[in-house]
């Protein structure tokens, strides 16, 4: 079975920092992009980070540029999302995805999805 399962989200002040998680069985991540995304309510869901199958090539939206950074371990087949300096906005469900192809930040070239976790920013 296909599967991603994400780790790491929890509530944390503002300022704060949380690790993300993304772990891959039943398929090898090494020849995949990997893409964080995240959805809070009502609002549509967003791409957050993207990092390619070498891990030479990464996209960052302007609103985490400096603040998060993606990165991937082909060996232990898991993706990793370091959130530094969480605001308020930052809450949301985080999912990471998995793209056979060069997928960016456009969530509709990823084929596998994680279940989410909620990253609460709060005081």
């Known amino acids: 079975q296909l599967q991603l399962v994400e780790s790491g989200g929890g509530l944390v002040q503002p300022g704060g920092s949380l690790r993300l998680s993304c772990a891959a069985s039943g398929f090898t991540l090494d020849y995949h992009d990997i893409g964080w995304f995240r959805q809070a309510p009502g609002k549509e869901r967003e791409g957050v980070s993207s990092?390619?199958?070498?891990?030479?090539?990464?996209n960052y939206a302007d609103f985490v540029k400096g603040r998060f950074t993606i990165s991937r371990d082909n060996a232990k087949n898991t993706a990793y999302l370091q959130m530094n300096s969480l605001k308020p906005e930052d809450t949301a469900v985080y999912y990471c995805?998995?793209?056979?192809?060069?997928?960016?930040?456009?969530?509709?070239?990823?084929?596998?999805w994680g279940q989410g976790t909620q990253v609460t920013v709060s005081s």
């Open positions: 995805a998995a793209a056979p192809r060069p997928g960016g930040l456009a969530w509709g070239e990823y084929d596998y």
């Open positions: 990092i390619s199958s070498s891990g030479t090539v990464i």
